[in-house]
């Protein structure tokens, strides 16, 4: 680095011309933010203290929107709140069921149960025939087919509760008790329907091992590559701004071969033509499998908790594949203070990193997905893509904190045989 370089200033005189220059604040979102990438690269090589540039950021953010016209950016950090204490987290009982029911204005396809400490939960995807709502559709005894009640082998009753979403072509979420049924119950009943469940032994691995040794400025150029990223809005901007950043501070020099292939990277992930260039793994696979409609349908029991990573204990419940992209549930102690905003880059890389890659070469990247809870406890999906391949036979979850990685080692059913 640099020894004349001063990071303050830097990050300061960037704040003044986007004060200047309100085209740089335009057409982007919250999560989108130039200063929050600059002050991001600067702390991730050490050039700057993380507390001094979040507070520069604040302090500008807040000028931004006291000027004429402008808005006041919300800190999507969210509102200051000690850290969260880890507590304990127990692997639920996960059966994949590929069950379906058929009430009369369509099917409920029930991918898996997790039957847990805190609650019992059913993974569906609910689709329509009839021209109705189904957040209006009856089930059996008058009640909201988002609103079933489940019966366990031992007479315990609780009405689950939908979260999730979706629209006039079905709802893809969870239905979730506020109690827990029978962990070793061998039927759910929803309604009038039972599900029968049998447990079907899928062994799966989790190890916590430490980040391999890399240059601080190269991690952060691929970790920020393959987080800012998001199945459906792409790449949220390009990466130039934390390049710039790194040759002022003299931690890339100008010529540096590494530019060059971060900006095809970042072409390619964001959609856009990489004029021939040959990008290296795993964005070419990630590239490769954009429009790939080939992903197995089905579910897999995973029920795994891993150790701490870098303080942060996960619990994986269970994988559904569709044909475009696969999620995993996934519960984390202390939660995860960026687990509403999946696709952001903040000024302290405190989220997990999703990744995945098969056991054929092929690579994945994730992001948090209908997430929600609090300091100490959160949960939600991590939505994957591009899809598992068909013939693949093993997957492995990989979570990237700071200074180590939980590596989650899934086997995966013959899927021809599946539902």
Known sequence: MDPDFDAELYLRLFEERALLDQRQWRGRAPWDQ???????????????DADLAEEIVDQYALAQGLRPGGRQMPRMRGFSQ????????TAPRVVATGWTLEPEWGNVRIHYVSLG????????????????????????GGMPITQPQLTDDQGTTQIAHFSGGGGSGGYN???????????????????????????????????????????????????RLSTFHHRHFRSGSSIDLTLEAFVAAGVLAPDDPLIEEALHVSLAMSGNPTSGATIPEPWASLVAGTHRFDGPTGAVAISVVTAPVDGTVICAEGLISTPDSFQVSIVTSPGELNGSHPFRTGVKNVALAWSAEDDRGN??????????????????????????????????????????????TVPLPDWDTEE
Do not use: C
């Not at 130039?34 to 700057?48: I, M, N, S």
């Open 117 to 140: 400490d805190r609650n019992t939960a059913l993974a569906i995807t609910a689709t329509e025939s009839a021209g109705q709502s189904l957040m209006h559709s009856q089930g059996p």
């Open 363 to 408: 690579h994945h990247v994730g992001s948090m997905n209908g997430w929600g809870g609090g300091p100490d406890l959160s949960e939600g999906s991590i939505e994957f893509w591009p899809p598992i391949h068909p013939q693949a036979r093993e997957l492995k979850l990989v979570a990237t904190a700071t200074t180590e990685r939980a590596v989650i």
């Open 173 to 223: 979420g969870r239905l979730v008790t506020p109690l827990p049924l029978s962990k070793t119950t061998g039927w759910i009943e929803v309604g009038e329907s039972r599900i029968e469940l049998a447990d079907v032994e899928f062994p799966v691995r989790a190890l916590v091992e430490p980040l391999p040794s890399m240059d601080p400025a190269v991690r952060h150029i691929w970790r």
């Open 34 to 48: 130039p200063a929050d990438e600059v002050a991001a690269a600067l702390v991730a090589v050490g050039a700057l």
């Open 82 to 89: 000690p850290p969260g204490k880890q507590v304990p987290l």
